[in-house]
T-cell receptor, first 110, second 114 residues
Framework: RKEVEQDPGPFNVPEGATVAFNCTYSNSASQSFFWYRQDCRKEPKLLMSVYSSGNEDGRFTAQLNRASQYISLLIRDSKLSDSATYLCVVNGAGRRALTFGSGTRLQVQP | ETGVTQSPTHLIKTRGQQVTLRCSSQSGHNTVSWYQQALGQGPQFIFQYYREEENGRGNFPPRFSGLQFPNYSSELNVNALELDDSALYLC?????????????FGEGSRLTVL
């Protein structure tokens, strides 16, 4: 079983749609959680950290459910520029590495 | 731009050869880590360097080795290249070695092994 699992997609949605991605992680001792965004043939960039209380940044909302060991990302009012791969990232307690999921590809269509 | 620079951006090698990839970390960042990203996969952790010493390693064989220099720049060396080593190699820097906080990635070195 992979440490971090994501639905690879692709998710094809029209502009203006709301889309949600989920991610599950296997290490119950994980302490830090992130969503990174990766454009085609580019490097990953931090989209947002995920906090236990949930957090929002404009059109993006991240939630963490520790009991079920899953993380979600909600994108409202999708834009063409949101088209990218979204990587779920987990950092275990005391671990120096970030563990990345394989990513979920989003394609927003006009 | 993240301030993390990598070289070369692209290179082609043949099986059995050796390769050295280079990375300059963002100013003020003393921790550098290397990731391998195969096509269609997420980045996989290779190792991390903090103050010139390796302080974390992923599930990669010993033919993957590295260095960090006093100015915090870093090298990744891969010996005896195999076809499966073809991937994007990403260098990332952070301001602390404890495993939390944002990673700043370079644009990567795309290695093709023939």
């Amino acid at each position: 079983r992979k440490e971090v699992e994501q639905d690879p997609g692709p998710f094809n949605v029209p502009e203006g749609a709301t889309v949600a991605f989920n991610c599950t992680y296997s290490n119950s001792a994980s302490q830090s959680f992130f969503w990174y965004r990766q454009d085609c043939r580019k490097e990953p960039k931090l989209l947002m950290s995920v906090y236990s209380s949930g957090n929002e940044d404009g059109r993006f909302t991240a939630q963490l459910n520790r009991a079920s060991q899953y993380i979600s990302l909600l994108i409202r009012d999708s834009k063409l520029s949101d088209s990218a791969t979204y990587l779920c990232v987990v950092n275990g307690a005391g671990r120096r590495a970030l563990t990345f999921g394989s990513g979920t590809r989003l394609q927003v269509q006009p | 731009e993240t301030g993390v620079t990598q070289s070369p951006t692209h290179l082609i090698k043949t099986r059995g050869q050796q390769v050295t990839l280079r990375c300059s970390s963002q100013s003020g960042h003393n921790t550098v880590s290397w990731y391998q990203q195969a096509l269609g996969q997420g980045p996989q952790f290779i190792f991390q360097y903090y103050r010139e010493e390796e302080n974390g390693r992923g599930n990669f064989p010993p033919r993957f080795s590295g260095l960090q220099f006093p100015n915090y720049s870093s090298e990744l060396n891969v010996n005896a290249l195999e076809l499966d080593d073809s991937a994007l190699y990403l260098c990332a820097s952070r301001s602390n070695a404890g495993g939390t906080g944002e990673l700043f990635f370079g644009e990567g070195s795309r290695l093709t092994v023939l």
